[in-house]
């Protein structure tokens, strides 16, 4: 990532340099969860749709440790899996959103208050910006070469209301604090980098 493109990584020190915990990240584009991985300061397990597991990428994914995920309904394979990694002290990195969009944490999905009640792992909430600012001229799909892109940490914070409750209620009720969190995050993060 650093010999594409020039990432500026902000507040890494607020990602608890042990045990278990949930990276919350925007996903405006596709190098989002990239240079997340590539600037990281401890290895990422992203849950990532199964369509990105073809040819030698699918092989190369699963040595880093990611999690195929199967978006067609509830898999249970990703799910015992990714709360797996955060029994081991490990970072899950999830997009909340679901899937690549505007990038603003405006539809959460309720996967990321799941993991966080039921495993009681703190979020960071993570803003990449500059991402999907501009297109490169050599490869369209990509950032211009050189580009600034900035990776913005937040404030670990809880997302369950501290009873211990699972019920759907309760899951609601951490989706909505984690959107505050998250959108709060979002916007001092541009004010930060003045995107």
Request: hydrophobic fraction near 45%.
């Given at each position: 990532m650093y010999g594409l493109w020039k990432p500026r990584v902000l507040g890494a020190w607020r990602?608890?340099?042990?045990?278990?915990?949930?990276?919350?990240?925007?996903?405006?584009?596709?190098?989002?969860g990239p240079m997340l991985m590539g600037t990281a300061p401890r290895p990422v397990h992203f849950?990532?749709?199964?369509?990105?597991?073809?040819?030698?990428?699918?092989?190369?994914?699963?040595?880093?440790?990611?999690?195929?995920?199967?978006?067609?309904?509830?898999?249970r394979t990703a799910i015992t899996?990714?709360?797996?990694?955060?029994?081991?002290?490990?970072?899950?990195?999830i997009f909340p959103e679901g899937t690549?969009?505007?990038?603003d944490f405006a539809?959460?999905?309720?996967?990321?208050?799941?993991?966080?009640?039921?495993?009681?792992?703190p979020i960071v909430p993570v803003a990449v910006l500059g991402s999907s600012e501009r297109r490169g001229r050599l490869v369209k799909a990509l950032p211009p070469l050189k580009s600034r892109i900035d990776?913005?940490?937040?404030?670990?914070f809880e997302a369950g209301d501290g009873?211990?409750?699972?019920?759907?209620?309760?899951?609601?009720?951490a989706t909505v604090r984690i959107q505050k969190h998250l959108t709060a995050h979002l916007a001092d993060a541009k004010r930060l980098t003045g995107r």
């Open positions: 990602v608890p340099a042990a045990g278990p915990v949930i990276l919350a990240v925007n996903h405006a584009h596709n190098i989002d849950l990532i749709k199964k369509e990105a597991f073809v040819g030698p990428l699918g092989p190369f994914l699963e040595g880093i440790g990611q999690v195929k995920v199967d978006r067609s309904g509830a898999d899996a990714a709360l797996q990694v955060l029994t081991d002290g490990g970072v899950l990195g690549r969009g505007e990038g539809s959460l999905r309720a996967g990321l208050a799941y993991f966080a009640v039921r495993s009681g792992a990776i913005v940490f937040g404030e670990a009873s211990g409750r699972r019920t759907r209620t309760a899951l609601d009720e």
